[in-house]
């Protein structure tokens, strides 16, 4: 079987360093897809007509399996959605993020409600996210978290580390996570051994198939620069993680967002949203830039021998 993996681009913000990761990996081909016009109406969240713009966009420029696939900011992480539901075959979702993205009551295409839509796909067995740390699981009901995903077993919680959740019913318990008295004890990753925490996430994964989405919030501020809060994942443990999952099972694709681009809102909805939602910053640091490069270039590697890996 031929197990070459291309390099795609759905360049939305300009953010990518195309010839930094066509240099740092082994890269069959590598695809452009433009997507900078659109990019407005899709940057937070879009209407289905953009959407339907950039499926079509993506079609055209064809699809070259496996693929690792750079989308730039995470304000575009729901274009993910626009890779995962074109596989046809039985899979799992395996999501590395700093946030669950699962609220239900945000637009249907939105960074912050994507998992939703994916979870609808028939194909997908599960979603197993990774790594959260942020505030999305305080109380999580009550900000909209897909509790019933979580409860039917269709979604995955692992986080880095989080404090138990206050809930309103009873969860049914998971491989993230236990019920008690009324919270949810998460099975923090960052409180295991790596080793251990490798095991519970590779056993979260029913299925022999797996699609790996991350979105570089996931990591410390110190190791890349995003437009979202972060989290603590160091990138040594992310890396550990895919090797991992590179080693026992198949990886049908990859995306990759979490870069920093600086967000020009015409629609005053997604302005409003911007500032309260994403923390002040600026990338007047070329240094910061700098490194969110060799993570990404770091990130590649792993990907590109992990779906390489014919298991």
């Known amino acids: 079987m031929d197990r070459r993996v291309h390099l795609r681009i759905l360049d939305t913000d300009g953010s990518i360093d195309v010839d930094a990761l066509t240099a740092a990996t082994p890269c069959a081909s590598v695809t452009r897809v433009d997507l900078r016009d659109l990019a407005p109406a899709l940057r937070l969240w879009s209407r289905a007509r953009n959407i339907a713009d950039a499926r079509a966009r993506i079609a ?10 750079f989308l730039g900011s995470g304000d575009f992480h729901h274009l993910a959605a626009l890779l995962i539901e074109r596989v046809e075959e039985c899979f799992t979702v395996l999501h590395f993020d700093n946030h669950p993205d699962w609220v239900r009551f945000a637009p249907r295409w939105h960074c912050g409600s994507w998992v939703n839509r994916v979870l609808a796909l028939p194909n997908v067995q599960r979603v197993v996210t990774v790594g959260p740390c942020s505030d999305d699981l305080a109380s999580p009901g009550r900000k909209g978290g897909n509790l019933r995903a ?4 269709r979604l995955a919680l692992l986080p880095w580390q989080h404090a138990p959740s206050r809930v309103r019913r009873r969860i049914a318990d998971g491989p993230g996570h236990t019920w008690r008295d009324g919270r949810i004890v998460w099975r ?21 198939a797996v699609w790996v989405t991350i979105d570089k919030d996931v ?6 620069l995003t437009n979202w809060d ?3 994942m160091p990138v040594a443990v992310l890396t550990a993680m895919l090797r991992v999952v590179g080693q026992r099972k198949r990886i049908l694709g990859a995306d990759v967002c979490g870069e920093y681009s600086p967000p020009h809102h015409a629609n005053w909805l997604k302005r409003i949203e911007a500032r309260l ?9 070329r240094r910061r830039i700098e490194d969110n490069v060799r993570t990404d270039c ?14």
Do not use: W, Y
């Open 219 to 224: 990591l410390p501020e110190a190791e890349a």
């Open 230 to 232: 972060q989290g603590r």
């Open 60 to 69: 055209a420029a064809g699809d070259p399996r496996p693929s690792v696939t």
């Open 150 to 153: 979580l409860d039917s077993g």
């Open 188 to 208: 923090n990753l960052g409180e295991r051994q790596l080793e251990d925490a490798a095991v519970l996430m590779v056993e979260a994964i029913p299925t022999n």
């Open 277 to 285: 939602d994403q923390p002040t910053r600026a990338a007047t640091d």
């Open 298 to 311: 770091e990130i590649a590697r792993v990907l590109f021998d992990a779906c390489a890996n014919p298991t």
